[in-house]
């Protein structure tokens, strides 16, 4: 039988071209080089091994990571270098059975998260290298025990519930799933090592991405520099829940001579974690729901905030930034993903499946954001994106600037 490879043709022959797009530096290039790799998988696999990789390759790629996380199995491999170990060595330094180890390490290097070397000896890659971090170790424990079992549920939850969209941040799948009625925010306020290991991934996880202040991304010395006027406030910009401060760590670090304060907001829980803001910026505990007490600031950011939220409650929180803001002078900066209208990519689908399971909301459409913040009194004023980006910066602009 002869098959039909035009569709295998194609992909390889943008392959080259986007080869040498990734090699000339081109931005975007490397996620279209990617998304070329995964549509070509698609293409060749046949539906029984599709079945075969999601239903146990993927699980146990999953659980033999967190697995290696307890057993500080990344961080061994580590230390031993381009040596690297033996399943033995490890199991005496884990303290676990040898043919578990070496079962667990052989998977692992199947689905390429470690190198084998030679038989039952294994070296770091990349990705374990980051996995011996904290910031992204907490990745694999945040996600595993507490997103993961939120998608375990899913199928369950949405079959109890007839399938209507979930809508309630109190009782979604994230609660079905960890027998709660707490938001998924105040769940982890009472379970300390997953708020920690949260905050610390939130720190990590768009880690070698564009980031709004990259060049060729939001241009901030000519929308926010440009303008700034101290009669009006000495701060410069208010990272509104801005974690532990690394959007502004950043900020910093790129624009070394931003002209005023910079501000971090976020939960006192969060807030009484930041040792080290005193350089670059000041860190004030602020319920983003209460009146915005810094008046007057260059620019109001929030960065993956709106997505944790209904539209209700949404623009619960932009209004109580309108009063704090100084008509025609301050701006509003929202870092988001914008749902493209078609081929939207996993990285993004994916993230809209996380709110959902997490929170029971949504990443949202530009026809959506425009029309919740103008409900919020808001207007944007342009949607800046980077080529192949995840998310991009809404700059908007209270909707009666001269009242
Ligand atoms: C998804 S994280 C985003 C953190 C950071 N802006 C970033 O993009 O990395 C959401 C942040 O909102 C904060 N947050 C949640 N509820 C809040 C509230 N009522 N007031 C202030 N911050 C809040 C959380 O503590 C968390 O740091």
Redesign the pocket.
């Known amino acids: 039988m002869t098959q039909d490879t035009s569709h295998v043709d194609a992909i390889l022959s943008q392959l080259q071209t986007a080869g040498a797009s990734y090699k000339a530096n081109t931005p975007g290039a490397r996620e279209k080089l990617m998304g070329l790799g995964y549509d070509l998988i698609s293409s060749l696999e046949l539906p029984s091994e599709a079945i075969m990789r999601m239903g146990w390759a993927e699980p146990a790629r999953a659980a033999n990571c967190r697995t290696a996380v307890d057993l500080k199995i990344f961080d061994h491999l580590k230390e031993s270098g381009g040596a690297g170990i033996t399943a033995k060595d490890l199991a005496v330094k884990t303290n676990a059975d040898e043919n578990l180890i070496s079962r667990i390490m052989r998977h692992l290097a199947a689905m390429n998260v470690i190198n084998e070397k030679s038989e039952n000896t294994y070296s770091s890659t990349t990705l374990s290298d980051a996995l011996s971090e904290s910031r992204y170790r907490d990745g694999i424990l945040f996600l595993y025990d507490v997103a993961g079992v939120s998608f375990r549920h899913l199928p369950e939850y949405l079959k109890n519930t007839n399938y209507a969209l979930p809508t309630s941040v109190t009782d979604g799948p994230f609660q079905a799933a960890h027998k709660t009625d707490l938001t998924a925010?105040a769940w982890l306020d009472k379970t300390p090592p997953y708020l920690e290991a949260f905050?610390n991934y939130?720190?990590a996880y768009r880690f070698g991405k564009p980031s709004w202040v990259d060049p060729g991304f939001y241009p901030v010395s000519e929308r926010l520099v440009e303008g700034f006027n101290s009669e009006y406030s000495d701060v410069f910009l208010v990272?509104?829940?801005?974690?532990k401060g690394?959007?502004l760590h950043e900020l910093k670090a790129k624009y070394p001579q931003i002209p005023g304060k910079l501000i971090l907001?976020?939960?006192p829980?969060?807030i009484s974690t930041v040792s080290d803001g005193s350089s670059s910026f000041e860190a004030i505990s602020?319920?983003?729901?209460t009146a915005q007490p810094i008046k007057h600031a260059r620019a109001y950011y929030?960065?993956?905030?709106l997505h944790?939220w209904g539209d209700d409650d949404c623009i619960k929180i932009l209004q109580q930034l309108k009063p704090a803001m100084r008509p025609g002078y301050s701006r509003l900066l929202i870092?988001e993903i914008v749902v493209p209208r078609q081929n939207a990519s996993w990285p993004i689908t994916s993230m809209d499946q996380l709110m959902l399971v997490l929170a029971a909301i949504q990443e949202r459409t530009e026809a959506h954001l425009t029309e919740l913040l103008k409900k919020a009194g808001f207007k944007i004023i342009k949607i800046y994106s980077y080529e192949s980006g995840q998310e991009s910066l809404v700059e908007a602009e209270l909707d009666e600037p001269h009242l």
Request: hydrophobic share 35%.
């Open positions: 925010f905050n939130m720190s990272d509104v829940g801005g974690g690394h959007d907001q976020d939960r829980a969060v602020h319920d983003f729901f929030l960065h993956s905030i944790n870092n």
